[in-house]
């Protein structure tokens, strides 16, 4: 059967091509969806992709994941800095998960270059726009 990925995009990314261009590029989020989607295609796994502001509603998609989906790709956004909840769910979830950022974080404000979700993730990819997403992806299924 077809492998099963969960892709989250956290806050604002729903505002991605309009939202601060020179860090985060002109790329929407549904061309970025778009992309994701066509790699699947070719890499014959099934994908849910979901877009959300509110922290407690990704905790819930992360622990409803559990055996419904072989992996996740997170991009937690704003969340990376600041959610133990997230990282927990992740953590208790078991799921193989892969961290993505648009931007370099580590080359920004201070309070950006710490991650709480990297300890829990399988693998962290950054810093190169949309492609980080295909990169993250890419990664994903090969590990899967
Ligand atoms: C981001 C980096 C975060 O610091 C920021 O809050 C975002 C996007 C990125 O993809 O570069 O919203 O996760």
Redesign the pocket.
């Known amino acids: 059967m077809a492998k099963k990925i969960l892709v989250i995009h ?4 729903d505002l991605l091509g309009q939202r601060e261009p020179n860090i ?1 590029g002109r790329v929407t989020l549904s061309q970025i969806n778009d992309s994701l989607k066509s790699l699947a295609r070719k890499k014959k796994v099934t994908l849910t992709i979901k877009q959300s502001n509110h922290e407690g509603q990704i905790v819930d998609l992360i622990g409803k994941a559990k055996s419904k989906y072989d992996g996740i790709l997170i ?4 969340y ?2 600041t959610s133990v909840a997230i990282r927990d769910a992740i953590a208790a979830s078991g799921i193989l998960t892969i961290e ?4 370099n ?1 580590y080359s ?1 404000e201070e309070f ?1 270059q710490k991650s709480l979700i990297s300890p829990v993730a399988k693998g962290t990819i ?1 810093g190169f726009g949309a492609k980080s997403y295909t990169l993250g992806l890419e990664a994903l299924i090969d590990l899967i």
């Open positions: 956290g806050p604002n990314l985060y991009n937690p956004a704003a990376t800095h993505v950022h648009l931007s974080i920004r950006r950054l």
